[in-house]
Nanobody, 124 residues
């Protein structure tokens, strides 16, 4: 079992920045990668970014490339998402997720554990 707890969400004006964190505990030694997803009201949960835990390979959705940066601190079992140049369409609940196996980084079905989410609201 892996427990994931997100933090760092909030209200920000368009063009501003936020940094999300996700602290994990439990059965983390078999982890292959972690990711961030988001879900806006009335929409499906969508992929934002992922990073492999050992060699730090990164994957991004086209909508956030150049604006968001995913990173991890292995010693602290913590995942980060630095979000810059935020837009109103980035408004959503952001979830971190953990996966044990390679591949399928872009889909919710590829992940085994999920956090409870943190709200990000970008005002225009």
């Amino acid at each position: 079992q892996v427990l994931l707890v997100e933090s760092g969400g909030g209200l920000v004006q368009a063009g501003g920045s936020l940094k999300l964190s996700c602290v994990s505990s439990g059965h983390v030694y078999s982890r292959h990668a972690m990711g961030w997803f988001r879900q806006a009201p009335g929409k499906e949960r969508e992929f934002v970014a992922a990073v492999t835990w050992i060699d730090s390979l990164t994957y991004y959705a086209d909508s956030v490339k150049g604006r968001f940066t995913i990173s991890r601190d292995v010693a602290k079992n913590t995942l980060y998402l630095q979000m810059n140049s935020l837009k109103p369409e980035d408004t959503a609940v952001y979830y971190c997720a953990d996966k044990a196996y390679t591949g399928n980084y872009y889909y919710t079905s590829g992940y085994d554990y999920w956090g409870q989410g943190t709200q990000v609201t970008v005002s225009s």
